[in-house]
């Protein structure tokens, strides 16, 4: 945990700050931030206030004698540290997503819903394109954030079929689908139930948004690898350090070998999970790590890293028929962000 | 490998555009790109001339029929498409180290050196502090990016070591450190040969640029795993995409899943080398794709991916001991931007 010390402090030698701006400046996950804080605290390096993160004088001094400093931040603003641009041509898409948008669903408790911000939703999109993989059949397993939407409002994937659990997701992509005339087509379908016999083998790309526990990750990835024809197809989906630390990864990263996949790109904080009248953060109150740091959130800290992984062998899915394991899909021990 | 028709074709219908460039803007290995490049020529898609490629009639009803269109290019022009801008601070660093690098030895076909851009080896150090790794022990493997001496400059870590089978190299930067005061020490040492036992587990970070021959990739790795203390450690590495397939990532992250590490980010196209006099382009008739190709470079095409991995168990390397393989740690099959 000298890492994450060390990035705390060199952000705090700059200035105090916010308890959730201060998660943005570190690596670990939000389990592991929490243990973090109190030990710098506990150490009298740091000292916390109504959310606010101060260095004490003890705290500089222990800079000093590490060589811990302040050197800035090199997060390109142009475009929000991702490396992508919205371009001319994606601009207007974004116009229109947002608008179709507005009426979506509100995220519910019940399924631990969240989504991304419009401009991360564009830019998956692009990320998707540049690899040559919109063109093609697309498989969404569950949608918040819409991606079906935007992706079809390009006009360039040959399909697009989307399944989510909530009934109200299913009818309102379905319903804007026939109002704009965009080819998605999505069912209701619980991914610890084995995918329909149609939906095997008939995609190329999938793309999914997966909660982040064990049993949930292994659900989600399974269902997108089934429906893959083969070799050469690929999957993108989104992963936090906030909610898996670095051993859960790890267990992820063999479950994707095992399956036959190769990971092409890890792209950190590529999403924004933006605090929005109908995103998760509206039950903050239920939220254990706002609990824990006793204040609302004032930030937008809940960042995922993207995920590209390409099949180089046959798709495996480690997970074939159902796999009923109810709440354990959606919480361990390190779901802080996770209502109960 | 429709993909990677796909991504051709996607640039193509916006223009014609010089092989290089080209290659710039799809996936594939250089094997596969050529072979790619082979079949769309063959199929009559599109023609190849003095080294420009165009998109024929013919190609262009494919592209219809497919719906394959031209919508831009995303990269961000502000930091490169590395989502990384360089700070005031490290503009100074920038400077010097340029200064500094203008004397630095020429690369040199033996031993298959060639170096990133300037900008490049600064956005790696800005990377390796944001993750709170710069004040600690950092080990070298091969550094003919100079990436010790730019860090140095920032006086910040701890240590740093570099080792490098190039006398010209070491002799270059121990003078250096001399000159600047900087708390570098660089040795002659080849990686075929064990790791000196004063070196092992001393380090929290390694740095490396491997050759990408899976031989050569086991043993730069392997000593900078040998070089790390224990469980939390990192690595940095650059890996193209260029002369390592997807195949060759795939055991690539076999073997790092099997030395303990998870890999926490895989930027694409991070570093990129320039046509710089002193760069291996020096040598370009000697390089097979430029053979190949049959005109001279004209574009930065050779572009690498930055790893980072994560000691999340005890670092244990594929190779210990020595290994002698000679030339098959520079060239294999998809080596095409090897002299030979």
Partial sequence: MDRIKTQILQRLISGKTGVYELIDWQDASLKEFLEVLTELTDLGLIKIENGIVEITEKGLEFCEDKNIKHLGRFQCECCEGTGYVISDYFKEILKDYKEIAKDRPEAIEKYDQGFISAEGVIRRVEFVYERGDLNRKIFVVGDDDLFSIASALTGIPEEIVVIDIDERLINFINDVAKKYSLNVEAFVCDVQRELPEDLKRRFDVFVTDPVETIPGIK????????????????????????????????????????????????????????????????????????????????????????????????????????????????KDEESLATPY
């Avoid at 800290?301 to 159902?322: H, M, T």
């Fill in 219 to 330: 659900l989600f990835l399974s269902r997108g690898v089934s429906a893959l024809k083969g070799i050469g197809c690929s999957g993108y989906f989104g992963l936090t350090t906030l909610e898996a630390s670095r051993e859960k990864w790890y267990e992820i990263q063999r479950i994707l070998h095992e399956m036959g996949f190769v990971i092409t790109d890890i792209r950190r904080k590529f999403n924004v999970y933006p605090e929005e009248e109908k995103n998760f953060f509206r039950f903050q109150d239920k939220l254990p790590i706002v609990k824990k740091l006793g204040v609302k959130v004032d930030y937008n800290w809940y960042k995922s890293c993207l995920y590209r992984i390409e099949a180089v062998k046959e798709p495996k899915p480690i997970v074939s028929g159902d796999m009923i394991i109810d709440e354990k899909v959606y």
